[in-house]
């Protein structure tokens, strides 16, 4: 839901890339470029990243 602080793999703080992450590739920057400029060359780490899916907005509907 949301983006861990740290990679639940190897432990590496990735949090504060996040948004950075997001910017770039919704302006259209290849992925795979924007995660080599962020120093993400673990595979655990990039997955973390490439396979996130923003459910937050489903689950604040369930808030009481």
């Known amino acids: 839901m949301i983006i861990p602080v740290r990679c ?3 432990g590496k703080p990735v ?3 996040w948004e950075e ?3 770039r590739t919704e302006e259209g920057e290849e992925a ?6 962020l120093g ?3 595979y ?3 997955s973390l990243f490439l ?3 923003n459910l937050i907005g489903k689950a604040a ?4």
């Open 21 to 23: 992450f997001k910017e």
């Open 51 to 53: 396979t996130h899916s």
């Open 44 to 46: 655990c780490c990039r």
């Open 40 to 42: 993400l060359d673990r």
């Open 61 to 64: 509907k369930f808030k009481k």
């Open 32 to 37: 795979k470029d924007v995660l080599d400029d």
């Open 15 to 17: 949090g504060h890339l």
């Open 8 to 10: 639940i793999s190897c």
